[in-house]
């Protein structure tokens, strides 16, 4: 089983920062990726961020330079840092953890219950 805990959203001003935090609970899973998403009404879901379990990170073009994503694998932990925030950053936020059940082969994909992060400009 795996439950996924978002902190951190809310509203900022154009230029400020936030930080998003996610915990994965886990029982008999092991996660492989962790990372955000973030979708506005009438879009599809957008990859924010994603962090591999050796470290690797992927980050879309659109905040490369301003957002840095972490994790602590011992706590199942990913954060997401936010810098020099834009209106167009304006979204739900969604924590996604990709976990395998131990002893299977199959990865499955599992989401947070989102948090909204608005700017204002």
């Known amino acids: 089983q795996v439950q996924l805990v978002e902190s951190g959203g809310g509203l900022v001003q154009a230029g400020g920062s936030l930080r998003l935090s996610c915990t994965a609970f886990?029982?008999?899973?092991?996660?492989?990726?962790m990372g955000w998403y973030r979708q506005t009404p009438g879009k599809l879901r957008e990859l924010v961020a994603v962090?591999?379990?050796?470290?690797?990170?992927n980050l879309a073009d659109s905040v490369k330079g301003r957002f840095t994503i972490d994790r602590e694998n011992g706590k199942n932990i990913v954060y997401l840092q936010m810098n020099s925030l834009k209106s167009d950053d304006t979204a739900v936020y969604y924590c996604?953890?990709?976990?395998?059940?131990?002893?299977?082969?199959?990865?499955?994909?599992?989401w947070g219950q989102g948090t909204q992060v608005t700017v204002s400009s």
């Open positions: 996604n953890v990709a976990a395998r059940r131990l002893g299977r082969d199959e990865v499955l994909n599992y």
């Open positions: 886990v029982r008999s899973f092991s996660i492989n990726t």
């Open positions: 962090i591999s379990k050796d470290g690797s990170i």
